[in-house]
T-cell receptor, first 111, second 115 residues
């Protein structure tokens, strides 16, 4: 699975969009980009995933660049409850549940 | 649907003892994965079980083992506990098939303290 690089921390004002970047320059053609987040002392929570097209669900949007070497998770209207560590994971969608977590980005949403 | 449940939530053990942690996946999910989270190493994959068979294993010593029952419930066991085994142990379940395997649903974890 490809390695990812994320900034260690970011701040965002409450109500504004939070844009979390992730670099995955060694991604292969059959590898997906997954995003999870972990709120303090809880288990990680699945957010969204994509292959090459942009994706949107009720939680967030995922923008993947055309060359697929980077992506951005967008929380359109961040709230204080979105304060968490966000993990970007690149993996092949094979029949295995193994996820390799990096250090993630700590997002602090401020009032 | 009920989420992933883990028992116990907190546990204190002494070095040299052994411990068993339990995980009940979301109804209908056949894959259960276990992770260890520590401040120094972050979240690390331990192993995955699918249909009662270990499907994948991380880089942990043989003291860490697991099993899965026919109802998909899973247990993990750590023998001869060391201080460094103090961690949050997380269980995650997924449908297990190709379509949804990357979407894992995590339980609240078991906080193990070894003294």
């Amino acid at each position: 699975d490809a390695k990812t690089t994320q900034p260690p921390s970011m701040d965002c004002a409450e109500g504004r969009a939070a844009n979390l970047p992730c670099n995955h320059s060694t991604i292969s053609g059959n590898e997906y980009v997954y995003w999870y987040r972990q709120i303090h002392s809880q288990g990680p929570q699945y957010i969204i995933h994509g292959l090459k097209n942009n994706e949107t669900n009720e939680m967030a949007s995922l923008i993947i660049t055309e060359d697929r070497k980077s992506s951005t998770l967008i929380l359109p209207h961040a709230t204080l409850r979105d304060t968490a560590v966000y993990y970007c994971i690149v993996r092949v969608s094979s029949n295995t549940g193994k996820l390799i977590f990096g250090q993630g980005t700590t997002l602090q949403v401020k009032p | 649907k009920a989420g992933v449940t883990q028992t116990p939530r907190y546990l204190i053990k002494t070095r040299g003892q052994q411990v068993t942690l339990s995980c009940s996946p979301i109804s209908g999910h056949r894959s259960v994965s276990w992770y260890q989270q520590t401040p120094g190493q972050g979240l690390q994959f331990l192993f995955e079980y699918f249909s009662e068979t270990q499907r994948n294993k991380g880089n942990f010593p043989g003291r860490f083992s697991g099993r899965q029952f026919s109802n998909s419930r899973s247990e993990m066991n750590v023998s001869t506990l060391e201080l460094g085994d103090s961690a949050l142990y997380l269980c995650a379940s997924s449908p297990g098939d190709l379509a949804g395997v990357g979407e894992q649903y995590f339980g609240p974890g078991t906080r193990l303290t070894v003294t």
